[in-house]
């Protein structure tokens, strides 16, 4: 194995065959990678864990894309360059395993946050032009939100990923950047996506590193609060209403929130990840421990049919998601024509 030569990685791939035959015993015609909150050398590297995706791509080739949920590097480290350095290791790992990579960008990602927190100096921020640079090599804009169209199985898919650090890139009197955490969508965007991204016949997944809506979300810290104060995402209620409202939009993908969640509002699931790195953020977390295949997470997300499977490697669970909008279109469909 390939991988093996920069490092021995099988301490992981030894756990994968199980996970394979599952996703080879599903046969779903539309299969890709789910993976959110690496924060690459924060506690460790997750690059491994990406390399060893490339074992699951030479066993199951019908994986086509990945899609990364944000915060992907190590902002808590003091030295600009080494955080930017971070970025680009995990980046460049999943660019290696030539699959389109979609990258939603997440609050940790510029850098703000933890240097307004530690009174460091804002203007070595990773400012969005920079941002697009690092993570859009498949994204065919010029924003950091985009969507990409893809057929399987006879139906039409389209995949809209969003920016939730939309925000005002505007410095101070003293040329600081003033908005580290916060997370926003802004007008033109919230409009792009009610015009445009939902402006198709095609059946739609969102994903978003922040949940577009915190009602019955668990995760990240303040237990048994489960959601830290700060983490509203502005025009999260008005893009999240549109969402509902168009009945093409079949799931929302999340990450941030570090924990496994499936929440269905109404017929619309939302769905958030545990994050890849090596942390335990809660109780009722699973167990994680470096060296062994716990100390990352990730999914294999397979749709077939009205249903959508996600196949967990590392630590975490398998689960399931019912895609309550296709399964009542394919029945009233069956109904008309009966």
């Not at 930017?84 to 997440?106: F, K, T």
């Not at 810290?221 to 209403?241: A, M, Q, S, T, W």
Request: charged share 25%; proline share 5%.
């Amino acid at each position: 194995m390939q991988d093996d030569m920069l490092e021995d990685i099988r301490y992981l791939t030894d756990h994968y065959d199980e996970k394979i035959e599952r996703i080879r015993e599903i046969g779903a015609p539309l299969n890709f990678f789910f993976i959110t909150d690496q924060h690459n050398d924060a506690v460790s590297s997750d690059v491994p864990a990406v390399r060893s995706m490339r074992y699951i791509l030479d066993r199951c080739p019908e994986i086509t894309f990945l899609v990364s949920g944000g915060d992907i590097g190590n902002d808590y480290n003091p030295d600009p360059a080494g955080m930017r350095e971070s970025h680009r290791r995990i980046m460049d790992a999943m660019y290696d395993l030539q699959i389109p990579v979609h990258c939603c960008i997440g609050n940790h990602d510029d850098g703000i946050g933890n240097m307004i927190d530690h009174h460091w100096d804002t203007r070595n921020c990773i400012l969005p032009e920079e941002m697009h640079r690092l993570c859009g090599r498949y994204n065919p804009t010029e924003n950091n939100y985009y969507y990409t169209d893809v057929d399987a199985g006879g139906e039409g898919y389209r995949f809209v990923f969003l920016d939730c650090t939309d925000k005002p890139y505007l410095t101070d009197k003293n040329g600081q950047y003033p908005f580290g955490w916060r997370l926003e969508i802004s007008d033109r965007q919230a409009e792009w996506f009610e015009q445009e991204a939902l402006d198709t016949d095609r059946w739609i997944f969102v994903f978003n590193h922040s949940p577009l809506s915190n009602a019955g979300i668990w995760g990240t810290e303040g237990k048994p609060d489960g959601i830290k104060p700060y983490d509203d995402l502005l025009n999260g209620p008005r893009v999240n209403f549109h969402a509902k409202q168009c009945k093409k939009v079949l799931a929302l993908f999340a990450g941030h929130v570090h924990y496994d969640n499936i929440r269905y509002d109404g017929d619309l699931p939302q769905i958030t990840t545990l994050c890849a790195m090596l942390q335990e953020w809660a109780p009722g977390c699973p167990k994680r421990v470096a060296g062994t295949v716990s100390e990352t997470a990730f999914d294999v997300v397979s749709v077939k049919g009205d249903t959508l499977y996600l196949t967990r490697f590392g630590a975490g669970t398998d689960r399931c998601v019912d895609l309550i909008r296709m399964r009542e279109s394919h029945h009233n469909l069956r109904y008309h024509r009966g």
